[in-house]
């Protein structure tokens, strides 16, 4: 555990930075969403940079990995480290979902004060269910966690390629291929019908689809949360190529990478 805690430290000061830069430009953009809706008049300015940010968060995790990374391949620490592959890829897992969940929570109390300050102006909006902020986190989370093993796989499977100099510099290429043959597997089974049909039978109702409304009375936009069915089985399927990408990748790292 001591060995593991060290790996999180070190983590922390190599991207402490950059998320220190995501942080203050999360502020700065909901000092200008205010700034905006009283230039305008229009309340609900706010809750729609609430949204962008949140899609933002998509990405938090991958970019801040691929930092990491590429500082890695840099420095070319790990070839003087004794700990495992999937220790130390673990770590930078580990350490860049604490970011995101910090700054998913910076998200949800910036949010509240939008949410306050429209209804304060007026704007009708549904409260919040409690279900609908816990799914949107959870699911925010868990698509910045699933990005990012794609990108460490493809980080681990482009400098795998190193090892051969005859293609050392169209490595790129390569990579373009095999995300085009994983589309095209998952478009292709997507579309027979039985299977389709065994995917997406078991659904769970979610009230996560935010939908504006333009009053032409008040002129003034509201909002409220539509109900989206999110089929199972797609989530358990994308954690087991999630588990399956983690073991490839540390494999890939042990055995072919030069960082």
Known sequence: M??????LKKEFYVTRLSFLTWVI???IANIASFVIANRIDEPLVPIGFQIAIAVFHIGLMPIMLLTSLKLEGKTQLWLYNPQSSKTLLLSKITMLAAYQLISQLILVLTSQVAYKYAVSQGVQ?????????????????????????WIMFYWCFFH?????PSIKKVRWLFILILF????AIETAIMQIDFLRDIVTKWKLPMYINPRF?????????????DM??????PLIIYAVIAIALYIISS?????KVEV
């Open 125 to 149: 909006i549904e409260h919040f269910p409690i279900s609908t902020v816990l799914a949107i986190n959870i699911s925010l989370l868990l698509i910045g966690l699933y990005a990012s093993l």
């Open 2 to 7: 001591i060995p593991f805690q060290g790996l």
């Open 160 to 164: 795998s390629l190193g090892k051969y």
């Open 228 to 233: 989206q069915q999110v089929a199972i089985i």
């Open 25 to 27: 430009f999360m502020l």
């Open 180 to 183: 085009f043959i994983f589309n």
């Open 213 to 225: 409304h333009y009053e032409v009375t008040s002129h003034k936009w509201n909002m409220q949360f």
């Open 251 to 255: 494999w890939l790292l042990d055995k």
